[in-house]
């Protein structure tokens, strides 16, 4: 590794940590729709894998911890992630202490950072000789977490009849862009597919808009009136393990542990049935709200973390529904990357560490001082500057770009109806986890159904 390698890594950092500051402070700024088309973008623009993994790393962790601006100020989550700290942050804001909201969920966030890097490395190490073994069953094994997943859905018997069709769609459309030679026969179009998948909803709403009975029909609101109560400023560099009390350290502490070893399963449901086990027994709704937010942003970045490191570092195929999401063109971006060759087979063991330590540290040192002494100036500027809107069509601009460079013009057509389906599927409770399970094991399902 040399020494214009370390600064250009550094300098990625830097830029994904400012970046992603700002842009997960925006209400609705969802992880998987936001840094998976940046890092796309990154794959494929023939950057250095050390530098790209880099960049992500210092935006997921600058992702979440700046997501306790809105979700304390406003009690609007900034992503999925972020949705079952909304109740409890209220609950502090009732009792005039947003500020303390702020930087409970933000120190919550940095022990969840301490903890998963080392332990998510050592777990990566650790199941390295497995590989062989895991990677043969791999197509079986996303259909199987596909199942799984959808039994732990909230709405788990719409989940489980959504599989096979939407493997049959996914897999219906590569063999019509073969047939009509769209792309060359056996290549699998991928990226845009997955795109489609993350920003679902934001296409069917887009459909719906065009229908006249539907959009007038639609609620209209003036503008929405948001008031932030100033927080108490603070002097020197904040100290997370002072934030804290020894209680929410220690159970900060388990939370990431647990979310570490944890990795294959929902980070959702994982957050959610932790985060509110842990507070159950605390009576005092001040005492128990902070213990709850704090625990459940540990366990989430512990996700994060794990569920990128350890299927990249030891397996090279996504296994979990954080490669499965937002780490995704980290595993698979044709032509740059493939399943069978990508970051994985690429990056030495002391680059994976490297790039971890330099984005972790930039990220958490930077955002975790911005988010906690800066946190309201922040949301008022995202809430005043930056309409959502605009971030959302940003990025549904790229689908579109990328979908052309996939398959071409017929491929529009095709994202947008993928978009369409996977919105619909979504509204009725069959989480992203499900979809892009569904989207790996399309071609092993669908085959295995042929005969």
């Given at each position: 590794m040399t020494t214009t390698l370390i600064l250009q890594m550094i300098v990625a950092a830097v830029i994904a940590a400012i970046m992603y500051t700002i842009i997960g402070a925006a209400p609705g700024a969802d992880e998987t729709a936001t840094i998976a088309p940046i890092t796309l973008v990154l794959v494929l623009s023939g950057l250095h894998p050390a530098v790209i993994l880099t960049f992500f790393i210092s935006a997921i962790v600058a992702c979440k911890l700046i997501d306790a601006v809105p979700v304390s100020t406003a009690g609007i989550p900034a992503g999925v992630m972020s949705t079952p700290m909304v109740e409890h942050a209220m609950v502090l804001k009732k009792f005039g202490l947003t500020d303390t909201s702020i930087r409970k969920i933000a120190s919550g966030a940095v022990v969840g950072t301490f903890v998963s890097v080392p332990v998510s490395l050592f777990l990566a190490r650790a199941l390295v000789p497995f590989s062989t073994v895991i990677k043969q069953y791999g197509d079986p094994v996303f259909f199987i977490g596909a199942v799984l997943l959808a039994l732990m859905s909230k709405n788990r018997?719409?989940?489980?009849?959504?599989?096979?069709?939407?493997?049959?769609?996914?897999?219906?459309?590569?063999?019509?862009?073969?047939?009509?030679?769209?792309?060359?026969?056996?290549t699998n179009v991928f990226t845009s597919f997955f795109l489609a998948i993350t920003i679902g909803p934001v296409i069917l709403t887009l459909f719906e808009l065009l229908n006249k009975e539907k959009r007038e029909s639609m609620k209209r609101f003036d503008k929405k009136s948001i008031y932030l109560k100033k927080a108490q400023e603070i002097g020197k560099f904040p100290n997370p393990f002072r934030i804290l009390t020894k209680k929410e350290i220690v159970y900060s502490t388990m939370a990431s542990l647990i979310g570490s070893v944890a990795f294959i399963l929902s980070p959702v449901g994982l957050t959610t049935f932790f985060g509110e086990l842990f507070a159950s027994r605390t009576k005092d709704p001040v005492e128990k709200a902070s213990l709850a937010i704090s625990t459940m942003e540990a366990l989430a970045q512990a996700t994060y973390f794990s569920g990128t490191l350890i299927p990249l570092i030891a397996l090279g195929i996504p296994l979990s529904p954080m490669s499965l999401g937002p780490a995704n063109p980290l595993f698979n971006a044709p032509p740059v990357f493939t399943l069978q060759h990508n970051m994985h087979h690429i990056l030495s063991g002391l680059d994976f560490i490297s790039a971890t330590l330099i984005g972790a540290a930039i990220a958490s040192a930077f955002t975790y001082f911005v988010a906690v002494k800066y946190s309201q100036q922040i949301c008022a500027f995202v809430f005043k500057k930056i309409p959502h809107e605009a971030l959302l069509g940003l990025f549904f601009s790229l689908v579109l770009l990328l979908a052309f460079m996939d398959a071409g013009w017929i491929n529009i057509a095709?994202?947008?109806?993928?978009?369409?389906?996977?919105?619909?599927?979504?509204?009725?409770g069959v989480n992203y986890g499900v979809l892009f399970m569904i989207l790996y094991s399309a071609p092993w399902i669908i085959k295995t159904l042929a005969g």
């Open positions: 018997w719409v989940a489980l009849a959504s599989i096979l069709p939407f493997a049959l769609l996914i897999q219906g459309l590569r063999h019509l862009y073969w047939g009509i030679g769209a792309v060359p026969k056996g095709g994202v947008l109806l993928i978009g369409i389906v996977a919105g619909v599927l979504y509204r009725l």
